[in-house]
């Protein structure tokens, strides 16, 4: 395996995490909006089952474009 070929296996890793704790996020908010009684709880689980799901969309979009190798 050549060094390209670590660096390309490494990157895609990190997005594949990124992607999974977004996934892990998205469902601690979920659980949280159906355990809670009060409403405050209630609004942090949606607040961050949004940002986890901005985390899964834009995140690793951001860091193949980063990534992108130049023409």
């Known amino acids: ?13 990190v997005l594949v995490g990124i992607r999974l704790a977004g996934v ?5 908010g979920l659980i949280l909006v159906a355990r809670a009684h009060d409403l405050a709880p209630k609004i942090l689980g949606v607040a961050i089952v949004f ?3 901005l985390m899964i ?15």
């Open 1 to 13: 395996m050549t060094e390209v070929d670590k660096v390309a296996q490494r990157r895609w890793m």
């Open 24 to 28: 892990a996020g998205a469902l601690l």
């Open 51 to 53: 940002s986890a799901l």
């Open 57 to 71: 969309g834009l995140v690793p979009r951001s860091l193949a474009h980063r990534w992108r190798t130049p023409e």
